[in-house]
Nanobody, 119 residues
Framework: QVQLVESGGGLVQAGGSLRLSCAAS????????MAWYRQVPGKQREFLAS???????NYLDSIKGRFTISRNDAKDIVYLQMNSLKPEDTAVYYC?????????????WGQGTQVTVSS
């Protein structure tokens, strides 16, 4: 099993930056992709960015150029660097670890970290 703990959220003014961290533990060898999502109350959880075990990133088009996903495999930490933050980035941000068994995905989620961007 894998456990995920997010940190780094908080209150920031529009235009500011935050770096979220996701510390992973457990059976990391089975994980294929790490990702970040966010969720606003009353809306579906939204994919933001992912990174494969080989370090290949993928982004939601609307955040390209502002957010960067990276990983430190030695420490089993995945980061989300967020720049030029906007009030609409306010949400709970979740870390995700996914492993595939054939065509079936198995997801593990962190508890989330609140990001609030003030105007």
């Amino acid at each position: 099993q894998v456990q995920l703990v997010e940190s780094g959220g908080g209150l920031v003014q529009a235009g500011g930056s935050l770096r979220l961290s996701c510390a992973a533990s457990g059976d990391m060898f089975s994980i294929n992709t790490m990702a970040w999502y966010r969720q606003v109350p009353g809306k579906q959880r939204e994919f933001l960015a992912s990174i494969t075990s080989g370090g290949v990133p993928n982004y939601l088009d609307s955040i390209k150029g502002r957010f960067t996903i990276s990983r430190n495999d030695a420490k089993d930490i995945v980061y989300l660097q967020m720049n030029s933050l906007k009030p609409e980035d306010t949400a709970v941000y979740y870390c995700n670890a996914r492993k595939w068994r054939g065509t079936i995905p198995y997801d593990t989620w962190g508890q989330g970290t609140q990001v609030t961007v003030s105007s």
